[in-house]
């Protein structure tokens, strides 16, 4: 499934939300990777907290660690 990267989306996305081991602890910038894809700092995984943003609900995704493994649509939909 395609993640639309629109604003309203970018300001659910939790990414940069203080709470993601794998966002902070990697020093990333940017979010909502669900559209986006993964970041080019290519990131160690920590810990996952995408099942608790407003966005991967409403899109009904179900792979984790989009910043370390690419956007929803490149790993094929879900």
């Not at 499934?1 to 940017?30: A, H, Q, W």
């Not at 609900?57 to 910043?67: I, K, M, R």
Request: charged content about 25%.
């Amino acid at each position: 499934m395609k993640v639309p990267d629109n604003k309203d989306n970018f300001t659910m996305c939790i990414c940069y939300s203080g709470r993601c081991p794998t966002y902070d602890e990697n020093n990333l910038d940017g979010g909502l990777f669900c559209s986006r894809g993964k970041h080019p700092k290519n990131p160690e995984k920590k810990r996952c907290i995408c099942p608790d943003c407003t966005v991967w609900a409403q899109y009904q995704l179900s792979n984790l660690y989009f910043c370390t493994e690419g956007s929803a649509e490149e790993r094929g939909g879900e």
